[in-house]
């Protein structure tokens, strides 16, 4: 484990993580199941980051209208 002295320079989160890496895949997953269970004992929804919203671009960008014809240079190889 980290020194006493570089701990108190990582935030909550970061010592977390940092931790966390230490641990062999078999504790990780322990360690994933008892977060799933605070999660649910405190009634929060763990937040998904970079979930896609579909559809939340439409109509934002037009396509051109020959969007989907061959281009000049692969004309000959199309024939």
Request: proline fraction near 5%; hydrophobic fraction near 35%.
């Amino acid at each position: 484990m980290a020194s006493s002295k570089s701990v108190s320079n990582f935030t909550s989160d970061q010592l977390i993580v940092f931790q966390l890496q230490q641990l062999p895949d078999s504790l990780k997953k322990e360690v994933l199941d008892f977060i799933g269970m605070l999660f649910s004992k405190h009634n929060l929804k763990p937040a998904h980051k970079n979930k896609p919203k579909f559809g939340s671009a439409k109509g934002k960008y037009k396509m051109s209208t020959d969007f989907d014809a061959p281009l000049e240079i692969f004309k000959d190889y199309m024939e």
